[in-house]
């Protein structure tokens, strides 16, 4: 009698076998994921340290990384939706942008930069945070030169996430990241705010007694 199953053996081996391409896939991916990651923050903290050019050359190692990671995936459609491939260009995104911004340059877009726009939206939502640790690191230093301008690029930033009105599954829960943008842009507001507001009041006292 012949098994209604005879043929499981063969569907079972091409299983594996694309389970196998697609975990030779993953075993490359990962590490250069991390390499883009480990080299959009290390770009990052350059830019804090005012190291634009190291900044900029670190971020070309990283998009060298995520350019090769993408072409693995190419072959392998499935790794597109990866988290570790999404976080990697998401953390990509958010250096590009911070350097740019900082820099005083335009924003890149996403297909200048080569990611997936939902990552791309969200490593733009992550740029607020670093652009507002800028931002306190010249007020600390006693320079509000940049302020207003930074300011107003967060609210940019923050106008545009918050209208992008479309389900969480398909935006990766942006509306989570873009109500800690707007706690973060009414932070910084309040902070510039309150130390205009001081100068202004020390320049008033200082010109009365002269």
């Not at 991390?34 to 903290?45: D, F, L, P």
């Not at 973060?184 to 008033?204: A, H, M, P, Y």
Request: with cysteine.
């Amino acid at each position: 009698m012949k098994r209604l199953t005879e043929n499981l053996d063969s569907i079972a081996d091409h299983i594996r076998k694309h389970l196998s391409t697609r975990d030779a896939a993953r075993e490359e991916v990962l590490p250069l994921c991390r390499e883009v990651i480990r080299h959009s923050g290390n770009a990052i903290r350059a830019v804090h340290r005012q190291e634009t050019d190291k900044a900029g050359q670190l971020l070309e190692s990283a998009r060298s990384c995520l350019e090769r990671a993408s072409k693995a995936i190419s072959l392998n459609n499935e790794l597109n939706w990866a988290g570790f491939f999404r976080d990697a260009q998401k953390e990509y995104t958010e250096g590009n942008v911070t350097l740019a911004l900082v820099n005083g340059k335009q924003t890149p877009t996403p297909e200048e930069l080569g990611v997936d726009p939902v990552a791309y939206l969200h490593g733009l939502g992550d740029a607020v945070g670093e652009l507002r640790r800028y931002l306190l690191d010249g007020i600390r230093k006693g320079d509000l030169s940049r302020g207003e301008e930074l300011l107003s690029a967060m609210d940019d930033i923050y106008n545009i996430l918050v209208t992008i009105d479309f389900p969480d599954a398909l935006t990766g829960g942006l509306r989570r990241s873009t109500d800690m943008v707007r706690g973060i842009l009414e932070r910084t507001r309040s902070d510039l705010t309150l130390v205009i507001s001081q100068k202004e009041l020390e320049t008033k006292i200082k010109n009365t007694y002269q």
